[in-house]
T-cell receptor, first 113, second 115 residues
Framework: AQSVTQPDIHITVSEGASLELRCNYS??????LFWYVQSPGQGLQLLLKYFSGDTLVQGIKGFEAEFKRSQSSFNLRKPSVHWSDAAEYFCAVGEEYGNKLVFGAGTILRVKS | EPEVTQTPSHQVTQMGQEVILRCVPI?????FYWYRQILGQKVEFLVSFYNNEISEKSEIFDDQFSVERPDGSNFTLKIRSTKLEDSAMYFCASSKGTVGANVLTFGAGSRLTVL
């Protein structure tokens, strides 16, 4: 069965600093990987996705993520964090012909000025 | 940009009452989903729906839950007799195809509070 681990429940970074949010997945075949962001009172917005091909994927709002099969990881990065990036971030994995996403527990990002 | 809309945004109900949460998926999407997020916990899959029938459901989705597409635009989640533990944020989502190569677009959620 698929599973996703986000080891960091909370992360606090200074505005302008770089950010890396960790995600590890467990899935037997080629995974379909996603990062979603949830701002307070908002729904889940897709940041980026990995289906195949280039292992470094670019997303919206200046985010990128790198798929590393050998480490079963799909970490999210941003070179310079803005105060508006404060939100909860979810990593998720899906099956090729599946009907569901499996989400990690989420990482709450706080940005200090 | 097309979006998934959910109503109500917040509902408070008494234990044992029936609740219907409504969703309008993106118009050219064929797959519909409900997820829930209990406060402080993971977003969990409840059910997927395609071609007017359930394609997959989780063990959470017991006989108290049902889904329906009553017309060409709405997709509903009914909880027949609510329990305290049903208090959660419920997210509707839709996609063009199966999860693997298709992106799920989520609504803003319906917060259900059961007293």
């Amino acid at each position: 069965a698929q599973s996703v681990t986000q080891p960091d429940i909370h992360i606090t970074v200074s505005e302008g600093a770089s950010l890396e949010l960790r995600c590890n997945y467990s899935y037997g075949a080629t995974p379909y990987l996603f990062w979603y962001v949830q701002s307070p009172g908002q729904g889940l917005q897709l940041l980026l996705k990995y289906f195949s091909g280039d292992t470094l994927v670019q997303g919206i709002k200046g985010f990128e993520a790198e798929f590393k099969r050998s480490q079963s990881s799909f970490n999210l990065r941003k070179p310079s964090v803005h105060w508006s990036d404060a939100a909860e971030y979810f990593c998720a994995v899906g099956e090729e012909y599946g009907n569901k996403l499996v989400f990690g527990a989420g990482t709450i990002l706080r940005v200090k000025s | 940009e097309p979006e998934v809309t959910q109503t109500p945004s917040h509902q408070v109900t008494q234990m044992g009452q029936e609740v219907i949460l409504r969703c309008v998926p993106i118009s050219n999407h064929l797959y519909f989903y409900w997820y829930r997020q209990i406060l402080g916990q993971k977003v969990e899959f409840l059910v997927s729906f395609y071609n007017n029938e359930i394609s997959e459901k989780s063990e959470i989705f017991d006989d108290q839950f049902s889904v329906e597409r009553p017309d060409g635009s709405n997709f509903t989640l009914k909880i027949r007799s609510t329990k305290l533990e049903d208090s959660a944020m419920y997210f509707c989502a839709s996609s063009k195809g199966t999860v693997g190569a298709n992106v799920l677009t989520f609504g803003a959620g319906s917060r259900l509070t059961v007293l």
